[in-house]
């Protein structure tokens, strides 16, 4: 080789073909480092630096060594904020999927299960069914005597205990009861699920404000109906072929028995 050229840095001798770097292989194609990222949606907390999962203090902050998600990441808030990256329109489909059952609602959910529209809505719930049962019970009060009646600061308690427990320890209780029978659900996505069936009992609570009672049972008698076929159809999605139909009533009987639960004790 002529003694000019091999005094030239390897870099000018390469050209404009960019050279690839042992970083670059590791991190692979965008399209393959974003569907890792949306598959970790499913996990609790979801692990990872690019979604959000725990890293240790001090480590570092590029991808040249994995995280490692491990008990300290419940405890981390980072790790959840994945379930609340959601754009308006996105829970309004899912709003309006829990009210139209039909409409494949787990299937929407697959890829990335959020918490932040359940849990806007079991609050909200609670609000509603507290504010409006007291109203409801001014409403028959004033039929009867004024003097009598007084706001029953008790109604936010048994809201918030039963709702807030019911849309964490039921999704919970059925999630290792799927695992034993041999199902492999999603805990998030039972949060899910079970956070946007609550739903119906929003637009319900408005309307068990008529004073009629045959009216009044009607209407939760549909609001609980649509909410429990919500619930079933959701399950079978991830039964993967077992026959867990003995679950999938229970989830059903538990949805409506809390729609009876609403109208007895809020909108006696």
């Not at 000018?12 to 949606?41: E, I």
């Not at 007291?134 to 918030?160: C, E, H, P, R």
């Amino acid at each position: 080789m002529d003694e000019g050229y091999s005094n030239l840095p390897t870099s000018h001798l390469l050209g404009s073909v960019p050279a690839v770097t042992q970083d670059d292989r590791k991190l692979g194609p965008p399209a393959a480092q974003d569907a890792a990222a949306t598959s970790r949606l499913q996990e609790f907390p979801p692990g990872g630096g690019n979604v959000g999962g725990y890293r240790p203090p001090g480590g570092p902050a590029d991808g040249d060594v994995e995280n490692q998600a491990d008990w300290k990441g419940y405890f981390n808030v980072a790790s959840y904020a994945p379930y609340f990256n959601v754009d308006t329109d996105v829970v309004v489909d899912r709003l309006i999927s829990s009210v139209y059952p039909m409409d494949g609602f787990y299937r929407k959910i697959d890829a990335n299960p959020d918490v932040y529209g359940p849990l806007w809505i079991t609050t909200t719930l609670i609000f509603m069914l507290a504010v409006f049962g007291n109203y409801a019970t001014y409403l028959v009060q004033t039929k009867k005597d004024m003097d009598i009646w007084n706001f029953d600061v008790g109604y936010f308690s048994w809201a918030a205990s039963v709702m807030y427990s019911y849309a964490i320890i039921v999704p919970v209780v059925f999630f290792f009861l799927f695992q034993y029978f041999g199902s492999r659900p999603s805990l998030v996505r039972f949060w899910c699920m079970w956070g946007y069936s609550l739903f119906i009992f929003i637009p319900a609570s408005v309307l068990l404000l008529i004073p009629v009672g045959f009216l009044q049972w009607v209407i939760i008698a549909l609001a609980g109906g649509a909410s429990s076929w919500f619930i079933t159809l959701n399950l079978k999605e991830c039964t993967e072929g077992a026959d867990l139909m003995v679950l999938m009533a229970s989830a059903s009987v538990l949805q409506f028995a809390l729609a009876l639960f609403i109208k007895v004790y809020f909108f006696a």
